[in-house]
């Protein structure tokens, strides 16, 4: 049995893969902060095979804890899918009134934390000799936002995530390139906009520029994951797999 890592396993998207995943013949773990939400999302589950790790991106300590708690019981880490978006207090700022403390420590829980988390699951597949990576763009990291979607709302669309979105294809391309000779596949997933009680004026402007759903539900990326976890994705690697119902056309 395979044994898939999940970090955010219990955000809106981490939490719809790991429903998804538990499913199927693996055994899922779910490496989340939030352990009230992570009990009652196993308890929904039913399954014997879903497990939760307390957590925390930004802290070297707690990455290193918890994949040596995994290693040591069940063996090898297959598999790890980074849905995990640790926020600052400026998320949502307009961008004239952004401040750099915060700008830093976005950067720092995103992109700094990704390559470390990455330098250290890379260390334990390079053992294995096998591995499986797994990032979560954005569309924001491919086109910039469509700033007539936001008209009529006070929503925004922050220029730091779309930085930190771009990002994040950049290591996937860059760290697939460099390992793979070594058995290690890496590649990422960018969703269109998920629905998340977002305004009626903001979900039909975003309609105009997709195909027929407009906004996504967070199972809409499941069968995604599941291709990209399958041998029959054993050939794609370094590649950023765009969902997005026609936004980006």
């Not at 219990?10 to 902060?33: E, Q, R, T, Y």
């Not at 988390?117 to 890379?122: A, P, W, Y």
């Not at 969703?191 to 407009?214: A, H, M, R, V």
Request: net charge positive; glycine share 6%.
């Amino acid at each position: 049995m395979k044994n898939v890592v999940i970090t955010g396993g219990c955000g809106l998207i981490g939490s719809s893969f790991v429903k998804s995943l538990s499913k199927k013949n693996l055994n899922i773990f779910i490496a989340d902060l939030n352990q009230k939400k992570a009990k009652e999302l196993i308890k929904s589950i039913g399954s014997k095979n879903v497990f939760y790790f307390n957590f925390d991106v930004t802290k070297d300590k707690s990455i290193d804890q918890t994949f040596k708690k995994i290693i040591a019981k069940y063996k090898s880490i297959d598999a790890l899918i980074h849905c995990a978006y640790p926020k600052s207090k400026q998320l949502g700022t307009p961008f004239g009134r952004l401040e750099r403390k915060y700008l830093n420590l976005e950067f720092d829980y995103h992109l700094s934390s990704t390559i470390i988390l990455s330098q250290k699951i890379i260390k334990i597949f390079s053992k294995q000799k096998k591995g499986n990576l797994i990032f979560l763009s954005s569309i924001q990291g491919i086109s910039p936002p469509k700033f007539e979607h936001y008209f009529g709302t006070n929503m925004t669309s922050p220029i730091e995530y779309s930085a930190l979105k771009s990002g994040i294809i950049s290591i996937t391309k860059y760290l697939a390139k460099l390992h793979k000779k070594n058995n290690i596949r890496i590649n990422c997933i960018s969703p269109g906009g998920i629905i998340d009680n977002q305004p009626k004026k903001f979900l039909k402007n975003y309609l105009k520029s997709t195909g027929s759903k407009g906004m996504l539900d967070p199972e809409d990326l499941n069968s995604a994951i599941s291709f990209l976890l399958s041998s029959s994705s054993r050939y794609i690697n370094g590649q950023n797999i765009v969902i997005d119902d026609g936004w980006s056309l």
